[in-house]
C-alpha cells in the first residue's frame, strides 16, 4: 500500500509559479511510475505530467515547456515545478502512483491516488 500526501498548492497570480509536492509512505517510490493530474470544476480529471520509473517524462501539450516533474527517490518525494502559470491551470492537483509502464496519460492505470492540493491562478 502506498500513502500520497500533495502539498504546495495555493492562490498565485497569472505568470507566477508553484511547486508541488506529492510525499509517499507504506513503500519507496523507486519502482513506480509516477504521474499528475488535475480536475477543474466540471471537469474531468485530465493528465498533466508522467515519469516512469527510469526517469522518462511526458506532458500534456497544454504545459509542455512550463511544467516539470522530477522525482526524489531518496526522499520518496515526486514534485511538479510549474512556471508561467495561467487561469486555465486552475484545478485540484492530484499525484498518483503506477505499477504500469506505459499508458501513464490514463488515470486508470494507476494504482494510487493522494487526496489532491488546490492551485488556483487569479489574473
Known amino acids: 500500500q502506498v500513502h500520497l500526501v500533495e502539498s504546495g498548492g495555493g492562490l498565485v497570480q497569472a505568470g507566477g509559479s508553484l511547486r508541488l509536492s506529492c510525499a509517499a509512505s507504506?513503500?519507496?517510490?523507486?519502482?513506480?511510475?509516477m504521474g499528475w493530474f488535475r480536475q477543474a470544476p466540471g471537469k474531468e480529471r485530465e493528465f498533466v505530467a508522467a515519469?516512469?520509473?527510469?526517469?522518462?517524462?511526458y506532458y500534456a501539450d497544454s504545459v509542455k515547456g512550463r511544467f516539470t516533474i522530477s522525482r526524489d527517490n531518496a526522499k520518496n518525494t515526486v514534485y511538479l515545478q510549474m512556471n508561467s502559470l495561467k487561469i486555465e491551470d486552475t484545478a485540484v492537483y492530484f499525484c498518483a502512483a503506477s505499477n504500469v509502464a506505459y499508458d501513464l496519460r490514463y488515470p486508470g492505470k494507476y494504482d494510487y491516488w493522494g487526496q489532491g492540493t488546490q492551485v488556483t491562478v487569479s489574473s
Open positions: 507504506g513503500r519507496t517510490l523507486r519502482s513506480y511510475a
Open positions: 515519469m516512469s520509473s527510469n526517469g522518462i517524462t
